[in-house]
């Protein structure tokens, strides 16, 4: 058994659905500054394959994740974490302002980890 393997399911589902995260929002969203002057389907083409390496920490994630938490709590533990990484990277990488908006969603975000996790 190697190191990962020894962590807790939820922290092993957590650290690989961060790391699908930021291939994710690269795949979704780096093109809008890598490749703003490219034909959108150049930009399509790249986004899908950086995708594949969304998907290789995504599976994995959600299959171990499963013997442990219900399809709803990883669907809100996916949401959380793509609203984590999707702030700083549309902050500190697409430049974008830090809006108070992020904070109340966030929030929102909160209230539905509470509801979806309170009975287990």
Not at 63 to 90: D, N, W, Y
Not at 93 to 117: R, S
Request: with cysteine; hydrophobic share 55%.
């Amino acid at each position: 058994m190697n190191a990962f393997q020894s962590l807790p399911i939820p922290v092993q589902t957590v650290l690989l659905l961060l790391a699908s995260n930021v291939f994710m929002t690269f795949a979704w969203y780096g093109h809008l500054k890598n490749l703003s002057s490219a034909p959108w389907y150049v930009a399509a083409l790249v986004s899908w394959c950086v995708a594949l390496f969304e998907y290789l920490f995504q599976v994995p994630a959600n299959r171990i994740g499963f013997t442990q938490m219900s399809i709803g709590q990883l669907k809100i533990l996916q949401e959380v974490i793509t609203l984590s990484v999707f702030v700083p990277f549309a902050v500190f990488y697409l430049g974008q302002p830090l809006k108070w908006d992020y904070l109340w969603a966030g929030l929102c975000m909160l209230g539905a980890v509470y509801f979806v996790f309170r009975g287990a």
